[in-house]
């Protein structure tokens, strides 16, 4: 009997040991974690706006907190002071045909009449300046000078627009206001997969909005999202976007702007996009400073050769062109009178360089020539039939018909 009690007295102790020494351990090891996490992440650093720059500037992403399970509630109450909702009226021509189609009505009026309704719609934007200047999408406020804004708290503004760029989606409008809040902006080309995306706005009019969701893909194509004339590359997030959120800002888990809201896919569930912050403030910029945003144009058509297009949809044969490379971009056809036309550039030629970059897709020629400046050279590398050429192309500024 002795004996047994001592073997459950040793056994009892040893067990108590090693749940003390696990729990010991544990924490030396989430205190290590901890320490080699922070070690290895640089400080939060703020990057230098540009000169006599309205805009705030960019911020360098940091290390989110550890631990910190309130961060979505944390971010809502930071930034949703400064999404507001944008109201727009708009006068939309038409010719109701359908009507007069009667004889009589043609014998006295040969020619269409036309008609005018009044559409309303209804958007989101951001405060980026606390003297009322608002990032938006153009779709929310094109066809209208004047737009009604409605803060949180509940104050009405009348916003002038101050430009749109269509090929971009991006508009900026402005509130006559004081000591407004604001946002900060983030940096979207730091961005990693999987992470946190938080997007609030004004979906059917419900304001303030707040959903959640996950950086789903970077880079995505216009022609991918839908809107081929279009000049951006789209971040993809599941974070619920919908009717009314247009414009309003996709957050970072710390409560940057890291794109503008602007397009889901309507025959699809948890496909949203956005516009990067870094694209939509450099338009942004332009248009309070000038009205209008100026996009460099070289004037080709182009597609890229990979192997679909190569083996499997042969496009090169299809086009008339024989010995192209496997990779690279196609020139398929050069406008008249073009700065490529102007150049030297054949249709044939295949661009495997832009500006000292590789470029393997017609969306990265595009993406060199969109952030070039007018009027300034840009060395583009091509093969023409296995000879390599450097041809130096200055870019115009894209034609608006």
Known sequence: MNKLISQIFVSSSLLIMGTALGVWGSRQLATLNQSSVSDTIPPETSLQPVANSVFPPFKQSSPQKQGNFNFI?????????AVVRIEATRQVSFNNSENFEHPLFKHFFPEQIPFERTERGTGSGFIVSDDGLIMTNAHVVEGTSFVSVL????????????????????????ITAENLPTVILGKAKNLIIGEWAIAIGNPL?????????IISAKDRSSSEVGVSDKRVKFIQTDAA???????????NARGEVIGINTAIRADAQGLG?????????????????????SHPYIGIQMITLNQDTIKNDNIPQNLGFENVPEKG?????????????????????????VNNIEVLTAQDVQEQVEISTIGEVIPIRIDRQGKFITLKVYPAEFPIE
Do not use: C, H, W
């Open 205 to 213: 009019g419900l304001d303030n909005t707040v959903t959640v969701g």
């Open 273 to 293: 996009f956005a516009i990067p912050i870094e694209t939509a403030s450099r338009i942004a910029e332009q248009l309070y400073t000038t009205g209008k945003a």
């Open 329 to 353: 971009v196609l020139v398929v056809k050069v406008m008249e009178n073009s700065p490529a036309s102007q150049a030297g550039f054949l249709p044939g030629d295949v661009i495997n360089n």
């Open 241 to 251: 976007i919908n009717p009314g959120n247009s414009g309003g800002p996709l957050l």
């Open 73 to 81: 509630s944390e971010v809502a109450q930071k930034v949703g002071p």
């Open 151 to 174: 803060l949180p708290s509940g104050k009405t503004y009348e916003g002038r627009v101050l430009g749109i760029d269509s090929m971009t989606d991006v508009a900026v409008v402005k």
